[in-house]
């Protein structure tokens, strides 16, 4: 069985996100693909997060109409900051050693990799995947990260949570952006405001 897990904030889930797991998941052959939204993100100033909860539902409207997409609340029902390494140890102990378990991540997030708790244990007990941005330059990753990471070109998509909460902010539209029914959600809640 090969898993692959997409770890974020999710603050809020954009077309990003799930164009890149569709492609990771189609392009390397997995069995489905696990979204955890991060409760208590470690290396994030959380003064700009919303509520677990909130992201939670956000990614679960946003990958219910695709049946290899599940949503796990690993991270959210773990008390603590929430590490990489502890929600792998914990799903590698459900699937077993038979299954292969692989982590999603976006090329950019590479810069700060090096602050990830354990970051190189990690990178020996899971395969990291990352995966492209438009204008990114990989030689911004840390070397000892950079070669031991598999990158995956996925379509060209510039979209970014920090933006979409600006425009929110700025009453401008974020439609096809988010799907339809995070961008209900989001108004329904009056999120990022």
């Not at 997409?6 to 799930?18: A, D, Q, R, S, V």
């Not at 700009?48 to 029902?77: G, K, W």
């Not at 990830?116 to 990352?130: E, G, M, T, V, Y």
Request: net charge negative; with cysteine.
């Amino acid at each position: 069985m090969k898993i692959a897990i997409m770890g974020g904030t999710f603050n809020p889930i954009h077309y990003g996100h799930l164009i890149s797991a569709e492609e990771v998941y189609d392009g390397l052959g997995f069995d489905f693909v696990i979204f955890v939204p991060s409760a208590r993100p470690p290396h994030k100033d959380n003064r700009d997060i919303i509520d677990p909860q909130h992201r939670y539902m956000m990614t679960v409207l946003a990958t219910e109409d695709n049946p290899h997409f599940r949503v796990s609340r690993i991270e959210l029902d773990r008390t603590g900051p929430s590490y990489a390494i502890e929600t792998i140890r914990q799903f590698q102990a459900t699937y077993g050693d038979k299954a292969e378990i692989s982590w999603i991540i976006g090329a950019d997030s590479l810069i700060e990799f090096t602050i990830w708790k354990d970051f190189d244990k990690l990178l020996d007990i899971c395969r990291f995947i990352a995966t492209t941005r438009p204008n990114y330059d990989f030689s911004k990753a840390p070397a000892n990260v950079y070669k031991r990471v598999e990158f995956f070109e996925i379509t060209a998509v510039d979209i970014s949570s920090t933006e979409i909460r600006c425009r929110i902010r700025e009453g401008r539209t974020i439609k096809y952006l988010v799907p339809k029914k995070v961008e209900e959600y989001i108004y329904q809640h009056n999120l990022y405001l």
